[in-house]
């Protein structure tokens, strides 16, 4: 699976942005997808997660409430829409697919992967 992310930019703190992962050479409907991201000078970090057997969804504490991800199959995408965002949201964030079904939330049980976004935020 060869995956593309996109969507990200420069926002203020407080507006929102909407990510998309769009996925290639196979339907992401047997993917469980996610989102992670890597600040400056930080390790990979676990933002959210979609499962893609019953749609279960979770979050890290710092996004719950801002963050909502979702995915589209008839479009083959998983996306992340975040609002509210904070300067600490500043970071490259990238999508991830495994074949397994739970939304794990441990980067080493990802497969697949996008090339990264960069989301900005200034205050």
């Known amino acids: 699976v060869q995956l593309q992310a996109s969507g990200g930019g420069l926002v203020q703190a407080g507006g929102s942005l909407r990510l998309s992962c769009a996925a290639a050479?196979?339907?992401?409907?047997?993917?469980?997808g996610a989102w992670f991201r890597q600040a400056p000078g930080k390790g990979r970090e676990f933002v959210s997660v979609?499962?893609?057997?019953?749609?279960?969804?979770n979050y890290a504490g710092s996004v719950k409430g801002r963050f909502t991800i979702s995915r589209d199959n008839a479009k083959n995408t998983v996306d992340l829409q975040m609002n509210s965002l904070k300067p600490e949201d500043t970071a490259v964030y990238y999508c991830?697919?495994?074949?397994?079904?739970?939304?794990?939330?441990?980067?080493?049980?990802?497969?697949?992967w996008g090339q990264g976004t960069l989301v900005t935020v200034s205050s």
């Open positions: 991830a697919a495994r074949s397994g079904s739970s939304p794990a939330t441990d980067s080493d049980d990802y497969n697949y």
């Open positions: 050479g196979r339907t992401l409907s047997r993917y469980t």
């Open positions: 979609i499962s893609w057997s019953n749609g279960r969804t």
